[in-house]
């Protein structure tokens, strides 16, 4: 193959790549399907509109252009900073994201205080979505934010998955763990996009209408295992908790839920098929490998790694061309230390690239939907046979990165950050491999 015959295949791989993601996140925008999981409106003297998360800003959009010309909407959303978009009637706040923040609490204790003077001929729409867990922060009885913003910095840097963080978080909540749904006299409709493996209503967002079955126990288990250091009020108020000595959060048949529904409507499955349709109209076949794939970044790839070695030298499981696709959340753990730059979708890459050393024909990206990866302003990032040479030109080598946890630097000297900007909904990374 001549030089100009590789480049053109390069760009192709690299754009069937890229229309690849874009389908992915598309699929789960909500300003596209959210009116569809709305009940009927008739007879509801209002409609509330309360929550949390990266998606927020779009899922108040399409709230107010379904509820258009039918019934009075109001209410109040929390998204993350520089996520937010133009309403008219809800107003849509921004705060600290993931670690909680002063603007958060407060338009948390106004969401709690507006729920609580619903009646039951309103309706309560809670918008849900991922980041919701640190975006929707109100510290329970005892507790301050800056013990929050310690406890969830604490939890990040030890590498606890996002589900276990939840636990502990609910924990320490006034509202999230199902205290918002427990708050209301009103039914309630929640509209959740999924950005937690496995799709359970009660971790996205920590679960502010879903019936939460951890316990205080539970909560103090996880700081143990990652041997988190948190201030001191926290770890009393799970003592005191799985002493029996405070209520625990509303469980499962706790009869506030009678009155809840709860609908997923977007989730990280149905963003990969339609992440997978675009290779099948590339003529490309596809092996789906889980939308539920977490641990470390780097491992992981190591373990994708020896697949894609197995495909070239053995055609098991799978033939080439094929494009392997999954979705999930891994984690980064930072030694102590080191600040590091980039996210999880860049480092799955960079190990990538240090156990595949320039392979020809193999192809990859890894971007989170929510449009940031980790620390800096992109989604992820794109790997190609001459990635490793261009970023040589700047003195950078893969193994080094990676040590160095810099997996921004790498891909921005080598050119290869897929950048979004904000997308406006969030179902987790997406990842594919493409091996020509």
Known sequence: MSQGETTQATEQARALLRRSFDA???????????AQHLPDLTGYRRVLAGGAGKAGGAMAVALEQACAGKVEVSGIVVTRYHHALPTNHIRVVEAG???????????????????SELGSEDL???????????????????????????????????GAPITEMNVVRKHLSRIQGGWLAHASRAPVVSLIISDVAGDDPSAIASGPTVPDPSTYADALAILERYQADVPAPVRTRLERG???????????????????TNR?????????????????????????????????????AKVYAALVRQIRQHGTPAAAPVALISGGECTVTLPAGVKGRGGRCTEFLLSLACELEGMPGLYALAADTDGIDGSEDNAGGLLDPQTAQRAATAGMTPRGQLDAHDAFGFFAASDDLVTTGPTYTNVNDYRAILIL
């Not at 994201?97 to 729920?115: F, K, N, T």
């Not at 510290?139 to 990040?156: C, E, I, N, S, V």
């Not at 149905?270 to 491992?299: K, Y």
């Open 24 to 34: 992915a996140v598309a699929a789960a925008d909500p300003r596209q399907m959210l």
């Open 97 to 115: 994201h993931p670690v909680p923040d002063a603007a958060g609490e407060a338009a948390s204790r106004d969401i709690l205080a507006a729920v």
């Open 124 to 158: 309560l729409v809670v918008l849900v979505s991922g980041g919701g867990s640190s975006l929707l922060s109100l510290p329970a009885d005892g507790l301050t934010m800056d013990d929050l913003r310690a406890t969830t910095d604490a939890l990040l840097r030890c």
């Open 242 to 260: 799985a002493r029996g000595e405070l209520p625990e959060t509303p469980k499962p048949g706790d009869p506030c839920f009678a009155r809840v």
């Open 264 to 300: 997923l409507i977007a989730t990280a499955q149905a963003s990969l098929e339609a992440g997978a349709a675009q290779f099948a109209a590339a003529g490309i076949p596809v092996m789906m490998l889980g939308d539920t794939v977490t641990g470390e970044a780097r491992e992981v």
